[in-house]
């Protein structure tokens, strides 16, 4: 399986962006659970966002409760998941990683304890005036 993001870039306060995370290769997407990390300069890489595979539940950092969305693209062909981000800070800047796991046993531990078997290139996200 490999992973390949995309929709990164810059952006001002306040604005939006969709990252898009396409997987060749491997089993469908959607037999995987997925997730989006963010490593900040001089910062660990976090879990900001993860999706089940089984039932579809979602997490989300509390740093970006309410303003991302992660989901699967509604044609499944495309074998494609997107992170929604808006209402954008400059605290969101970063690398943004695209991560792919098989087996998971909550949807909160993928993102909070990195449990990740593919990693994504990364694609930049820069929030500024």
């Known amino acids: 399986l490999q992973l390949v993001e995309s929709g990164g870039g810059l952006v001002q306060p306040g604005g939006s962006l969709r990252l898009s995370c396409v997987a060749s290769?491997?089993?469908?997407?959607?037999?995987?659970?997925i997730g989006w990390f963010r490593q900040a300069p001089e910062k660990e890489r976090e879990g900001i966002s993860c999706?089940?595979?089984?039932?579809?539940?979602?997490?989300?950092a509390d740093s970006v409760t309410g303003r991302f969305t992660i989901s699967r693209d509604s044609d499944k062909a495309t074998n494609t998941v997107h992170l929604q981000m808006n209402n954008l800070k400059p605290e969101d800047s970063g690398v943004y990683y695209c991560?792919?796991?098989?087996?998971?046993?909550?949807?909160?531990?993928?993102?909070?304890?990195?449990?990740?078997?593919?990693w994504g290139q990364g694609a930049q996200v820069t929030v500024s005036s």
């Open positions: 991560a792919a796991v098989t087996l998971i046993t909550t949807v909160r531990s993928m993102c909070t304890h990195s449990i990740v078997h593919v």
């Open positions: 999706l089940e595979n089984e039932h579809g539940k979602t997490y989300y």
């Open positions: 290769g491997g089993f469908p997407l959607d037999y995987y659970a």
